[in-house]
């Protein structure tokens, strides 16, 4: 049995992902797809990735070397075993398991979700629970099986999470 329970009607992900309104979400696409047609990234694109996603930690993301960068992300976009491509992200300072979650979204070309708060609650988590690889693998699968069933992207489930969130928690 999942532990993900969709917190409104699931056909108003379309309309809960029309009302999202965040900064740079064009730039992140834009990045994404120079990453996917490369396979790895910039020092810069890493940093505005991570920037987009939580600016307090870009003091620790500019400590890693462009070589460190390009090797992690590389690796990540290459693997084909999801354990792999989270892992070789982690290794990475400043990022932690949201942020990497962010650069599999963007420029993976597999199709993960972003993990935040706010998608959390909207799945039905109060609290954020403590972030395992099981955990990230069981919300990848939830999330990738209501796509299917919804026929929307992953983009578009995201938005509609993390917008239903924003109005309604608490």
């Not at 020092?43 to 990735?49: A, C, P």
């Not at 403590?130 to 929307?152: H, I, K, N, P, V």
Request: proline share 5%; glycine share 2%; charged share 30%.
């Amino acid at each position: 049995m999942t532990r993900f329970r969709l917190r409104f009607p699931v056909t108003q992900i379309a309309e809960w992902a029309k009302r999202y309104a965040y900064p740079d979400d064009d730039k992140m696409k834009r990045i994404g797809k120079r990453v996917r047609l490369r396979g790895y990234l910039t020092k810069q694109e890493f940093l505005d990735i991570c920037h987009w996603k939580t600016p307090r930690t870009q003091p620790r993301c500019e400590s890693n070397s462009a070589r460190l960068v390009k090797e992690a992300s590389a690796v990540a976009f290459a693997a084909s075993d999801d354990r792999l491509k989270i892992a070789a992200l982690l290794s990475l300072a400043g990022v932690s398991w949201p942020t990497a979650s962010v650069f599999l979204h963007f420029c993976d070309r597999k199709k993960h979700p972003i993990l935040d708060f706010r998608a959390l609650w909207s799945l039905g988590f109060d609290k954020p629970p403590q972030y395992t690889f099981d955990f990230w693998s069981e919300y990848c699968d939830y999330c990738r099986t209501l796509a299917r069933r919804t026929g929307l992207n992953m983009r578009i489930i995201d938005r509609a999470l993390w917008q239903y969130s924003k109005t309604h928690q608490p």
